[in-house]
């Protein structure tokens, strides 16, 4: 990892992934592991003009522990002065940038239970401080190699050896050769045309097959529109909430994905990584688990943390042949899987997938008929022999991927 | 460092040190380089009983960062969130533990003016809620070596050894060979007997002499005690405040510091090293600051922070063979080498140092004539050939200290 290389990349988290403006406040998320290059982000925010940059450190291994020693009551407590900073942030509006490295089994050990209920209280009191922030301030999510994540991914190499790997990866599909602020505005243009050829077909239903038992479809509202790439917030500062970024994605009508879908990655769900599992899809909802013993455990958990956690809050189309997936890795994280191929997410629906919604009430956002949940977990269905029909609002039918990537 | 080791003396820390009762909040300050024994010490915290644990993790580079871009409204604000916390917790009391192993030169190219300033803004609103859970909860002070410390001591040593010498010298000082609770039990009671000769003797003035130049008198107000080793909070729980710790200390009258002392050991500054300085007092105050430009300019920064910072707080005794002192070190950490010899502190008093002051009031604590400031900085003076003559209440005069050691 030269450091010239992790300046390089500094930069291109401060200005393209958050595009910090003048004055602004920034919070980083990061692990303790990534302090020297969470120090050069640092410095790259205060260049672009940040006024004060804060950051919560993570540490997997003492959420571990106190999820094993504290009690419930105070896992959920919440503090008047935590709500007091919501509030505040919610004025302040800072940037933020999540960097993400974790080992994908670092949570294992939790009692899965008790993390779901703390998640679900504590987001009964902080869901409304995320919602009043959402589409006003920027936010990206990035990632840097950790020790046990590239090991993971590597198994059989030298701890050095495996970050070096994992940093090689990250490296291509984040496009840091040559000018990556160059890059990244052909590669958002890029997605952005492929989003406006998307949203001047008008489709109402995907239908998708593939060999694996995967047969389902989703139907669009048509008041939304396909989106990726790059975000703007309300106020007009332009951002990348994703690096890497592949995927041309919409929220589609909460009530309409109908039939069976496998899953060809595996998902890590709260430290714990499920594989080979499938949802099969009534009116809109998940009837039924498809998988092992653990497999449904684990995610008829996740399902039913709220109402809208059984029903389908994105539909994500990206090539099997995208930079992610030609790298050959299974990152077991969803930042870079979910952008390796196909993919659909249970929970929330994004407000701003929705036609002008800067301009509706939340009464009229609501109208709709997005999906609503305090989660949004993304799952890979892509596959290299993946068929997506589509049939439009005006009735016709047509092919959107074929043997696994665009036919359009 | 053996893991077992470690884990005894995060044990310690825990049960010794900050003496966590059942269902206590616990906050804990440390470098991120520390984690693997922050990560003990929350163990032992719990197992002691505590309720909860918190971390606030320091980040000295990000220090520098943030001193170097933001500006000083910046740096002074304090959001009322902020407030909410402090407040907080004056209620909750939580025990505090402080894992010291910062490099000595770690806030080096810091703004000194600038980070003066900051303090004196910050510290004019939070003084009250310093004060205000002043004993009344337990605290300590502790050390592991972090790398760049290391380095600083056994500059020729690699990382390793560097860092394998100095926990051999804390392992030594903090006496953890055998049973270390068992061993701190015993020493504690060392320090208090030897606290009750020097307060049996009603000591009124203090006469200093080295052949280093220092030629000095202070006095106590008859209204004090010395003190050391274990504290007790107001509710009664027992804890040590410094690990290690040798010295027998009390607080002076404010007004009564008379002639030139000299330092014999460097100090460290807000992360700057200050060596072969002095002060010149008169009725109390420091009227000169002895030394060369660099010490002179640090030095009289400091002293002119509040009208309490050129006073004294602070007179400890210490024997020149102490424990710490016989490792041969200086550790360029207060921490150590203020229990390797004599020594005085300006800035803040100790008001548990005032006879039965739990039962005192605000009002009749302030009458004693203790100093009072927002900083409290040791310096040492002990010497091989230090000698300290008092004089009683009762008009005796006899050798406290000769050869830089207890004559009594």
Redesign the interface.
């Known amino acids: 990892m030269k450091k010239s290389d992790l300046r390089k990349y500094a930069k291109l988290v401060a200005k393209v992934g958050a595009n910090i403006q003048k004055g602004q406040q920034v919070k980083i998320n990061a692990s303790?592991e990534q302090?020297d290059f969470v120090?050069l982000v640092?410095?790259e925010c205060?260049k672009a003009g940040?006024?004060?940059?804060s950051?919560d450190?993570n540490?997997d291994?003492?959420t571990v522990?106190?999820y094993?020693?504290?009690?419930l009551e105070?896992l959920t407590k919440i503090?008047?002065?935590?709500i007091?900073?919501l509030?505040?942030e919610t004025e302040l509006l800072p940037a933020r940038i999540f960097i993400s490295s974790a080992n994908p089994d670092g949570l294992k050990g939790v009692d899965q239970a008790k993390m779901m209920k703390v998640r679900q209280e504590v987001g009964k009191v902080t869901k409304k401080y995320r919602d009043a922030i959402d589409n006003k301030h920027q936010w990206t999510i990035v990632a840097m190699p950790g020790v046990e994540w590239a090991k993971k991914i590597f198994p059989n190499e030298s701890n050095k050896k495996a970050k070096e790997l994992l940093w090689k990866a990250i490296y291509k599909t984040v496009r840091l050769e040559g000018d990556p602020i160059e890059n990244w505005k052909k590669h958002s243009n890029n997605i952005a045309s492929k989003n406006k050829i998307l949203n001047d077909l008008n489709i109402k239903t995907l239908m998708y097959k593939s060999a694996n038992g995967t047969d389902f479809k989703v139907s669009l509202t048509g008041k939304t529109v396909f989106g990726g790439g790059y975000l703007d917030t309300i106020q007009g500062v332009r951002y990348n909430p994703n690096m890497p970024t592949e995927e041309s994605y919409t929220s589609p009508d909460k009530y309409s994905a109908e039939g069976v879908v496998y899953s060809t990655k595996p998902l890590s769900v709260m430290g714990n990584l499920v594989d080979n599992f499938g949802f099969r899809f009534e009116k809109g909802k998940v009837v039924e688990v498809l998988g092992d013993e653990f497999a449904k455990e684990t995610l008829e958990k996740l399902i039913s943390i709220d109402e809208g956690a059984s029903y389908l809050g994105e539909v994500a189309l990206v090539p099997f042949n995208s930079p992610v997936n030609e790298t050959g890795i299974l990152f077991y994280n969803t930042l870079f899987d979910e952008n390796a191929c196909c993919h659909l997410a249970i929970g929330a629906g994004f407000e701003d997938t929705i036609k002008d919604f800067e301009k509706k009430s939340p009464e009229e956002l609501k109208e709709v008929g997005l999906n609503d949940s305090m989660i949004h977990v993304d799952f890979m269905i892509g596959s290299a022999d993946l068929e997506i029909t589509a049939e439009t609002f005006d009735g016709k039918i047509l092919k959107i991927f074929e043997h696994g990537t665009w036919a359009i």
Do not use: G, P
């Open positions: 303790i302090s120090l640092v410095e205060y940040a006024s004060k940059v950051i450190w540490v291994r003492l522990i106190n094993k020693y504290q009690d105070t503090e008047d002065w935590e007091k900073k509030e505040r």
